[in-house]
């Protein structure tokens, strides 16, 4: 299984106007990586679930996980996106810590931190995305792997130390600053192509 894990320090945790996507705390941002996880041309990557950690106003930590295996009645633009995100909130309100609900066919919700789900995930090879991490392609990857990565505002330090501490792995995939977005493209093309060749 792939998965990666968005940190979305903005992102609005209640109602947000779809029509204005990125003032909900970049919303537009998070629906792209959502889109670029779990969407081929003609097909869903069944192999994949996208962790979406939304801490903007005004109820956060949210956590909405979009599994491949299991989406239905899921399109690939960001309003719909959003859309379901929105349901997913408005199904999430009142959860207590720790606790998750199924949201939409293949999409939880979720009262946990960013912290709670990594550690749920040391199971798997954590990886962070860094620009300043070891060459991607220098590394071996698991079955199981899980990406984590940063929204506009990056990753901070403290969480740097926080993922060092838990034995996430630093990875880069270019020499520039790249979109969040534009990252799991990359990330799933260079999976593809290992696995494909090995
Ligand atoms: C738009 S970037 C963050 C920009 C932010 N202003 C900063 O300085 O960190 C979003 C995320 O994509 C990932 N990323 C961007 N470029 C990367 C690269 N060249 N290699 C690995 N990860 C990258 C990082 O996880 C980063 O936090």
Do not use: W
């Amino acid at each position: 299984m792939r998965e990666f894990i968005l940190r979305a320090q903005k992102a609005y945790t209640t109602e947000f106007n779809l029509d204005d996507l990125p003032n909900a705390g970049r919303i537009d941002l998070v629906c792209r990586c959502i889109s670029n996880a779990v969407f081929l041309s003609n097909d869903l990557r069944r192999d994949t679930i996208i962790h979406v950690v939304l801490e903007g106003p005004k109820d956060p930590p949210k956590i909405i996980s979009f599994n491949g295996n299991d989406l239905k009645d899921f399109y690939f633009d960001e309003k719909n996106i959003a859309r379901i995100i929105l349901k997913a909130l408005k199904k999430g309100k009142g959860l207590k810590s720790g606790e998750e609900v199924e949201a939409h066919p293949g999409v939880k919700i979720s009262k946990k931190s960013f912290e709670q789900l990594v550690k749920e995930k040391s199971q798997t090879q954590l990886i962070y995305l860094h620009e300043k991490g070891i060459d991607i392609r220098e590394k071996e990857f698991k079955e199981n792997v899980t990406f984590i990565f940063g929204d506009y505002t990056g990753i901070p330090k403290k969480t740097e130390n926080f993922l060092d501490n838990n034995g996430a792995e630093k990875i880069s995939i270019s020499n520039k600053m790249l979109f969040a977005s534009h990252c799991i493209v990359i990330v799933h093309n260079e999976l593809d192509r290992k696995f494909l060749l090995s």
